[in-house]
């Protein structure tokens, strides 16, 4: 037993709460990262039901405007950052090495530490309702409405505190995917040969390389402005509030696609599997989705054009907003190619796949017509780009996000989710979320604007606010259905088998769930569907040998340590310097500990 | 049905129909919601020039829209019936089609070039400077009311536009505190007021009518957005001269008793701070509404009340109640300042 700085040691519980703290597994990071991530959209879930109680009636009197606004910007960041994001995070950490035959990530400690920032981000953020008000600016915290001077509560200090924090945690964890996918494949595995869900990950992981320093600078910038009395955004000492939107949607826009990409790589992975044959266009759609990465750092004026841009910046960035639908026309018709000709065994999963391709597709539809700047002049914060977003987001980040839950349970539990309840859920799902989105298309073409917590009766928009309130409300009937099942499922035996669906990708080589290393043998690729290769070719499974020594990397306490003191440095520069400091020792006590921890 | 070529052609049928039905139902859901006179903020009935420009792309963009929308409906629900998994049904084994890939990348981009090509053409025109001799008119956005000035006619007014028909305007776009933006749904597309810049839009107004254009700010700017709400009227040009002149006198000196005491309360409660009433030497504050013709708007409290005496009374008694967050605070004022404050300024006309 080696012991590091006299006072550490390895941690060494298998079981037991301290092994999930200590954990360097990315099966276990995994799974918390989904399960945190599920329970934060639940409460995100909660915050908009409040929103659309609020907004059932003209003139609601349910939630006052001041809670109305803290309400609806913490929905957008606890879906955002909280819930989407992190369940993502967990399919990326659960299904990276299993997909691409390693046994576990680049940096398993780091991966550790991205998700103990993670958590404590999130509860911080949280934590504001509680201590003087939550965030209330919006997500997109428009200067200088999110100044000192005209957000006087704590609330817009934990949204940059909140963000910065997170975002620590998700630039840690983009590193280690794309040197984990870009390092360490399976012997065969060309790129060309990854799974398209692999694809959609790196290219997500470059999308927040490149994207979250900018955001972080303007975040800094704002945080300077709001403590120090610096004025970047302030107009009235010289600062630039369009500075603001620019430095935010060059982040907020490729963010967009962060939330996306995973979960056509989820349906690229579903859809070949339950229609029993390879994928249509495999190159096509690996390129119109890293297409869709590059062109998305090229679009992010497109929120701003009622903003008096000028007309040469509205048409490149209309232009270049209208050129982003023709990757993803692709990606949707190869989508439908895969269909073609199949042999579909419609599970739960496969409903919410194809869900996904009719519900994103509206979405898409929308979002190219407001690329238009005359048009965007009318949809521009009205309830039409309300329903955009949502048609993109829970028509397709999270109706992705659910087949993928159902498609992968059985390997991460061992147990298959109960079919029927999942497609009752998933009909209770579709028909709620049409209800709640689709209304408020013409709410939006009836004039009625985003973020206002009261509108009067003879506009004739109670109608589709009624009606959406009820759809809401059938959401939430939905995921309460999803939430029974998990449960009942986790009572029952394991049943699911190593492959249940048939999967073609490695993932489906091992036991589920698999073991501490994931693979007894690490797997040979020999074709871009590598288990359906091998079944059609009569390859059978490597032998594993008689003395099989696989080194893991052991637990550690130091990625906790390191993330705790991040938390304190986050809390501390909200409250005292002595905090800050307090944080920044333990951190570089936990970093130098983690130098010179041992590792094997 | 599906394996069988019957089959097939059963689950195409059923799937266009679904199609064809439930675009149907959406349509109709959406013709009503273009009814200008039950949704008074529609954007699909427009009352200018310039919005009459923009309904032509907006008209071609939604139908290419539902287009797109039929067809990928339509194909998804076909593939789902016609594929789904039936016993002896085998899946057929393939990769790809370069040449279908190709013609489904020339789809995109053919509708893409249809929106592009007079998505441009119209910008051109909207993003021209306003012609000569449009009416200039300044709108100042504050948190949470919206100051409307005519700097050739000299006058100063809040929340109520009014404009002259078939005379383009030239509209400055300012604030003076946080982002709002200024959006008539029947007359224009929305610009924002963006603190520390000048914007710029510019219509002309084709159909005066004496119901006013509802319009609301449209970028969230705080706690009373929702309350930030305002009103166009345009009418005739003899008509708005005769406004514009009638705006540019004084005030009408109050002649009642409780009126005049009312004119010594908005005096001595500090309402003079921050409103302006020509005419009344003390009241020249600027932060507020200008209230020298108070008495001839139709709503107070931006918008969001009808200007009668008891709203008058209401607004006045405890203005963040009406208005979340009014910088316009309580000044707990009696029941008798209140009297009189109200007979003052229903004498404003």
Same mark, same amino acid.
């Given at each position: 037993?080696?012991?590091?700085? =006299?006072?550490?040691?390895?941690?060494?519980?298998?079981?037991?709460?301290?092994?999930?703290?200590?954990?360097?597994?990315?099966?276990?990071?995994?799974?918390?990262?989904?399960?945190?991530?599920?329970?934060?959209?639940?409460?995100?879930?909660?915050?908009?039901?409040?929103?659309?109680?609020?907004?059932?009636?003209?003139?609601?009197?349910?939630?006052?405007?001041?809670?109305?606004?803290?309400?609806?910007?913490? @929905?957008?960041?606890?879906?955002?950052?909280?819930?989407?994001?992190?369940?993502?995070?967990?399919?990326?950490?659960?299904?990276?090495?299993?997909?691409?035959?390693?046994?576990?990530?680049?940096?398993?400690?780091?991966?550790?530490?991205?998700?103990?920032?993670?958590?404590?981000?999130?509860?911080?953020?949280?934590?504001?309702?509680?201590?003087?008000?939550?965030? $209330?600016?919006?997500?997109?915290?428009?200067?200088?409405?999110?100044?000192?001077?005209?957000?006087?509560?704590?609330?817009?200090?934990?949204?940059?505190?909140?963000?910065?924090?997170?975002?620590?945690?998700?630039?840690?964890?983009?590193?280690?995917?794309?040197?984990?996918?870009?390092?360490?494949?399976? !012997?065969?595995?060309?790129?060309?040969?990854?799974?398209?869900?692999?694809?959609?990950?790196?290219?997500?992981?470059?999308?927040?390389?490149?994207?979250?320093?900018?955001?972080?600078? =303007?975040?800094?910038?704002?945080?300077?402005?709001?403590?120090?009395?610096?004025?970047?955004?302030?107009?009235?000492?010289?600062?630039?509030?369009?500075?603001?939107?620019?430095?935010?949607?060059?982040?907020?826009?490729?963010?967009?696609?962060?939330?996306?990409?995973?979960?056509?790589?989820?349906?690229?992975?579903?859809? !070949?599997?339950?229609?029993?044959?390879?994928?249509?266009?495999?190159?096509?759609?690996?390129?119109?989705?890293?297409?869709?990465?590059?062109?998305?750092?090229?679009?992010?004026?497109?929120?701003?054009?009622?903003?008096?841009?000028?007309?040469?910046?509205?048409?490149?960035?209309?232009?270049?907003?209208?050129?982003?639908?023709?990757?993803?026309?692709?990606?949707?018709?190869?989508? &439908?190619?895969?269909?073609?000709?199949?042999?579909?065994?419609?599970?739960?999963?496969?409903?919410?796949?194809?869900?996904?391709?009719?519900?994103?597709?509206?979405?898409?539809?929308?979002?190219?017509?407001?690329?238009?700047?005359?048009?965007?002049?009318?949809?521009?914060?009205?309830?039409?780009?309300?329903?955009?977003?949502?048609?993109?987001?829970?028509?397709?980040?999270?109706?992705?996000?659910?087949?993928?839950?159902?498609?992968?349970?059985?390997?991460?539990?061992?147990?298959?989710?109960?079919?029927?309840?999942?497609?009752?859920?998933?009909?209770?799902?579709?028909?709620?979320?049409?209800?709640?989105?689709?209304?408020?298309?013409?709410?939006?073409?009836?004039?009625?604007?985003?973020?206002?917590?009261?509108?009067?009766?003879?506009?004739?928009?109670?109608?589709? $606010?009624?009606?959406?309130?009820?759809?809401?409300?059938?959401?939430?009937?939905?995921?309460?259905?999803?939430?029974? $099942?998990?449960?009942?499922?986790?009572?029952?035996?394991?049943?699911?088998?190593?492959?249940?669906?048939?999967?073609?990708?490695?993932?489906?080589?091992?036991?589920? !769930?698999?073991?501490?290393?994931?693979?007894?043998?690490?797997?040979?690729?020999?074709?871009?569907?590598?288990?359906?290769?091998?079944?059609?070719?009569?390859?059978?499974?490597?032998?594993?040998?008689?003395? $099989? @020594?696989? @080194?893991?990397?052991?637990?550690?306490?130091?990625?906790?340590?390191?993330?705790?003191?991040?938390?304190?440095?986050?809390?501390?520069?909200?409250? @005292? &310097?002595?905090?800050?400091?307090?944080?920044?020792?333990?951190?570089?006590?936990?970093?130098?500990?983690?130098?010179?921890?041992?590792?094997? | 049905?599906?394996?069988?070529?019957?089959?097939?052609?059963?689950?195409?049928?059923?799937?266009?129909?679904?199609?064809?039905?439930?675009?149907?139902?959406?349509?109709?859901?959406?013709?009503?919601?273009?009814?200008?006179?039950?949704?008074?903020?529609?954007?699909?009935?427009?009352?200018?020039?310039?919005?009459? +420009?923009?309904?032509?792309?907006?008209?071609?963009?939604?139908?290419?829209?539902?287009?797109?929308?039929?067809?990928?409906?339509?194909?998804?629900?076909?593939?789902?019936?016609?594929?789904?998994?039936?016993?002896?049904?085998?899946?057929?084994?393939?990769?790809?089609?370069?040449?279908?890939?190709?013609?489904?990348? +020339?789809?995109?981009?053919?509708?893409?070039?249809?929106?592009?090509?007079?998505?441009?053409?119209?910008?051109?025109?909207?993003?021209?400077?306003?012609?000569?001799?449009?009416?200039?008119?300044?709108?100042?956005?504050?948190?949470?009311?919206?100051?409307?000035?005519?700097?050739?006619?000299?006058?100063?007014?809040?929340?109520?536009?009014?404009?002259?028909?078939?005379?383009?305007?030239?509209?400055? +776009?300012?604030?003076?505190?946080?982002?709002?933006?200024?959006?008539?749904?029947?007359?224009?597309?929305?610009?924002?007021?963006?603190?520390?810049?000048?914007?710029?839009?510019?219509?002309?107004?084709?159909?005066?009518?004496?119901?006013?254009?509802?319009?609301?700010?449209?970028?969230?700017?705080?706690?009373?957005?929702?309350?930030?709400?305002?009103?166009?009227?345009?009418?005739?040009?003899?008509?708005?001269?005769?406004?514009?002149?009638?705006?540019?006198?004084?005030?009408?000196?109050?002649?009642?008793?409780?009126?005049?005491?009312?004119?010594?309360?908005?005096?001595?409660?500090?309402?003079?701070?921050?409103?302006?009433?020509?005419?009344?030497?003390?009241?020249?504050?600027?932060?507020?509404?200008?209230?020298?013709?108070?008495?001839?708007?139709?709503?107070?409290?931006?918008?969001?009340?009808?200007?009668?005496?008891?709203?008058?009374?209401?607004?006045?008694?405890?203005?963040?109640?009406?208005?979340?967050?009014?910088?316009?605070?309580?000044?707990?004022?009696?029941?008798?300042?209140?009297?009189?404050?109200?007979?003052?300024?229903?004498?404003?006309?």
């Amino acid at each position: 037993m080696a012991t590091a700085i =006299g006072v550490m040691t390895h941690a060494e519980e298998d079981t037991g709460l301290w092994s999930w703290l200590t954990t360097v597994d990315h099966k276990r990071i995994g799974a918390v990262y989904t399960v945190a991530g599920f329970i934060f959209f639940m409460i995100g879930g909660l915050e908009a039901v409040a929103v659309r109680t609020q907004l059932a009636v003209p003139n609601g009197t349910v939630l006052d405007a001041d809670r109305y606004n803290q309400f609806f910007t913490m @929905h957008a960041l606890t879906m955002i950052f909280l819930a989407i994001m992190p369940m993502g995070a967990g399919f990326f950490n659960y299904f990276i090495p299993l997909q691409i035959g390693a046994r576990d990530v680049a940096f398993p400690r780091l991966n550790a530490l991205s998700l103990w920032i993670f958590l404590g981000g999130g509860l911080l953020l949280n934590s504001s309702f509680f201590l003087g008000g939550a965030p $209330n600016g919006g997500w997109f915290g428009y200067a200088p409405l999110s100044s000192i001077e005209y957000a006087k509560t704590s609330g817009m200090t934990f949204y940059v505190v909140g963000l910065l924090t997170l975002g620590l945690s998700t630039l840690i964890a983009s590193l280690n995917f794309a040197v984990t996918i870009i390092n360490m494949r399976a !012997p065969g595995m060309s790129m060309m040969r990854l799974p398209v869900f692999i694809w959609m990950v790196l290219v997500v992981a470059f999308l927040l390389i490149l994207s979250l320093p900018v955001l972080t600078v =303007g975040l800094l910038q704002l945080y300077f402005d709001r403590v120090w009395g610096t004025s970047f955004f302030s107009p009235a000492t010289g600062g630039d509030p369009i500075l603001w939107q620019h430095i935010f949607w060059i982040f907020g826009h490729p963010e967009v696609y962060v939330l996306i990409l995973p979960s056509m790589g989820i349906v690229s992975e579903v859809l !070949p599997v339950m229609s029993k044959k390879p994928l249509f266009g495999y190159s096509a759609i690996v390129f119109a989705g890293a297409a869709i990465g590059v062109l998305g750092f090229g679009v992010w004026a497109h929120h701003m054009f009622t903003t008096g841009l000028g007309p040469v910046p509205q048409v490149v960035f209309s232009a270049s907003t209208m050129a982003i639908g023709i990757p993803t026309g692709i990606k949707i018709f190869n989508w &439908l190619g895969t269909m073609y000709g199949g042999n579909i065994r419609f599970v739960t999963a496969t409903y919410f796949s194809v869900a996904f391709i009719a519900l994103f597709t509206i979405g898409g539809i929308s979002g190219v017509m407001h690329a238009s700047p005359p048009i965007d002049g009318h949809h521009q914060d009205s309830y039409f780009v309300v329903a955009h977003l949502h048609y993109v987001l829970f028509g397709g980040a999270i109706m992705g996000i659910f087949a993928g839950l159902f498609y992968w349970f059985p390997k991460m539990s061992g147990r298959m989710l109960d079919e029927t309840l999942g497609k009752i859920g998933f009909w209770i799902m579709f028909v709620g979320m049409n209800l709640t989105f689709f209304p408020m298309h013409f709410l939006g073409l009836a004039g009625m604007p985003r973020r206002i917590y009261t509108y009067d009766a003879d506009l004739g928009w109670d109608t589709w $606010n009624m009606v959406a309130t009820i759809g809401s409300y059938t959401i939430a009937t939905s995921v309460l259905i999803f939430v029974i $099942n998990v449960i009942k499922t986790m009572r029952k035996d394991k049943d699911a088998g190593d492959d249940p669906w048939g999967g073609a990708t490695l993932e489906w080589a091992t036991s589920s !769930p698999p073991p501490a290393h994931d693979f007894d043998v690490i797997p040979e690729v020999r074709d871009r569907d590598p288990l359906w290769y091998d079944r059609d070719h009569g390859i059978a499974r490597a032998a594993v040998p008689e003395h $099989n @020594h696989i @080194h893991m990397p052991p637990p550690s306490y130091f990625p906790l340590i390191v993330a705790l003191g991040a938390l304190l440095i986050a809390v501390g520069s909200m409250t @005292h &310097l002595s905090v800050l400091g307090l944080g920044a020792v333990i951190a570089i006590y936990g970093v130098w500990g983690w130098a010179l921890e041992p590792t094997d | 049905m599906g394996g069988s070529r019957p089959g097939r052609m059963i689950a195409i049928i059923a799937s266009l129909v679904v199609t064809g039905v439930v675009t149907f139902l959406i349509y109709l859901a959406f013709a009503e919601s273009l009814d200008a006179v039950r949704q008074p903020m529609t954007t699909f009935v427009p009352k200018s020039d310039n919005a009459e +420009l923009v309904h032509g792309v907006y008209k071609l963009i939604f139908w290419l829209a539902g287009a797109v929308f039929v067809g990928i409906m339509a194909l998804t629900l076909a593939f789902s019936l016609m594929y789904r998994e039936r016993p002896g049904q085998e899946a057929r084994q393939f990769h790809g089609n370069s040449r279908l890939e190709v013609v489904w990348t +020339l789809i995109p981009v053919l509708l893409v070039v249809a929106m592009a090509v007079p998505t441009f053409s119209t910008m051109s025109v909207l993003t021209k400077p306003a012609p000569e001799g449009a009416l200039q008119v300044i709108a100042i956005g504050h948190q949470w009311w919206w100051e409307f000035q005519y700097p050739e006619l000299g006058i100063t007014t809040a929340n109520e536009l009014h404009l002259p028909v078939n005379r383009p305007v030239s509209v400055t +776009l300012k604030s003076v505190d946080v982002i709002h933006s200024f959006w008539v749904p029947q007359l224009s597309g929305k610009i924002d007021n963006v603190p520390g810049h000048e914007n710029h839009l510019w219509f002309t107004p084709t159909e005066a009518r004496a119901e006013p254009y509802l319009a609301q700010c449209a970028e969230f700017c705080g706690l009373s957005h929702a309350n930030m709400r305002f009103r166009v009227f345009v009418s005739e040009t003899p008509a708005f001269e005769t406004w514009a002149k009638a705006v540019k006198t004084d005030r009408v000196a109050p002649s009642a008793d409780l009126a005049k005491a009312g004119e010594q309360q908005f005096t001595t409660s500090g309402c003079i701070a921050c409103h302006t009433v020509q005419g009344n030497p003390t009241a020249a504050g600027k932060i507020g509404p200008n209230l020298t013709h108070f008495a001839s708007r139709t709503t107070l409290a931006s918008g969001t009340l009808d200007r009668t005496p008891e709203n008058v009374r209401k607004w006045l008694s405890n203005p963040p109640a009406v208005k979340p967050g009014s910088l316009m605070p309580n000044l707990n004022l009696s029941p008798e300042a209140l009297d009189k404050l109200v007979a003052y300024l229903d004498g404003l006309k």
